[in-house]
T-cell receptor, first 115, second 111 residues
Framework: AQSVAQPEDQVNVAEGNPLTVKCTYS??????LFWYVQYPNRGLQFLLK??????LVKGSYGFEAEFNKSQTSFHLKKPSALVSDSALYFC?????????????FGAGTRLFVKA | EAQVTQNPRYLITVTGKKLTVTCSQN?????MSWYRQDPGLGLRQIYY???????DKGDVPEGYKVSRKEKRNFPLILESPSPNQTSLYFC??????????FGQGTRLTVV
């Protein structure tokens, strides 16, 4: 069975500091991993994904994530946070081995960036 | 413009009154899905569809129906809504193995 854990409900960081939003996953086959961001009163927007290839994935708005197979983690990072990065972030996983579309989302992590 | 369109954006209804939330995408995506978002629970998949006339249950399908008669449309039907279906609903579409595009959401209140 697939599962995703985002262990932090909320992450607080000062503007200009690096940020990390954590995600661990469980999937029986090959993981397809995604990060999405949700701004207030909006739908989810895609940030980045890992399907195969380099473990370090770069995405939109300066975000990146590192796939770590041994730790089954896919943490989202940014070297220098902006106030405008404040939003709700979701990690998601699919089982790529089955070719299916069943996607499991984490509960979300709210990021607050203070000026 | 590539987009997923849901209607209505807001809906207040009474228990037991059948309703349909429409979803349409203009990207020729094979896959479409419905999610509900509840505080502290993230997004939970209700139903998904891999192509026309092919649908399957997600994690929380009880009380919902879907149909996929055309590739672009994937309506969500609540035959007899109950207060525990009060939630924020999202439709999404994607190509196989690719990221999902989400609609703007439908905030449903059942009283």
């Amino acid at each position: 069975a697939q599962s995703v854990a985002q262990p932090e409900d909320q992450v607080n960081v000062a503007e200009g500091n690096p940020l990390t939003v954590k995600c661990t996953y469980s999937v029986s086959g090959n993981p397809y991993l995604f990060w999405y961001v949700q701004y207030p009163n909006r739908g989810l927007q895609f940030l980045l994904k890992y399907i195969t290839g380099d473990n370090l994935v770069k995405g939109s708005y300066g975000f990146e994530a590192e796939f770590n197979k041994s730790q089954t983690s896919f943490h989202l990072k940014k070297p220098s946070a902006l106030v405008s990065d404040s939003a709700l972030y979701f990690c998601a996983v699919r089982d790529g081995s089955t070719g299916g579309f069943k996607t499991i989302f984490g509960a979300g992590t709210r990021l607050f960036v203070k000026a | 413009e590539a987009q997923v369109t849901q209607n209505p954006r807001y809906l207040i209804t009474v228990t037991g009154k059948k309703l349909t939330v429409t979803c349409s995408q203009n990207m020729n995506h094979e896959y479409m899905s419905w999610y509900r978002q509840d505080p502290g629970l993230g997004l939970r998949q209700i139903y998904y569809s891999m192509n026309v006339e092919v649908t399957d249950k997600g994690d929380v399908p009880e009380g919902y129906k879907v149909s996929r008669k055309e590739k672009r449309n994937f309506p969500l039907i609540l035959e007899s809504p109950s207060p525990n279906q009060t939630s924020l609903y999202f439709c999404a579409s994607s190509l196989r193995g690719r990221e999902a595009f989400f609609g703007q959401g439908t905030r449903l209140t059942v009283v």
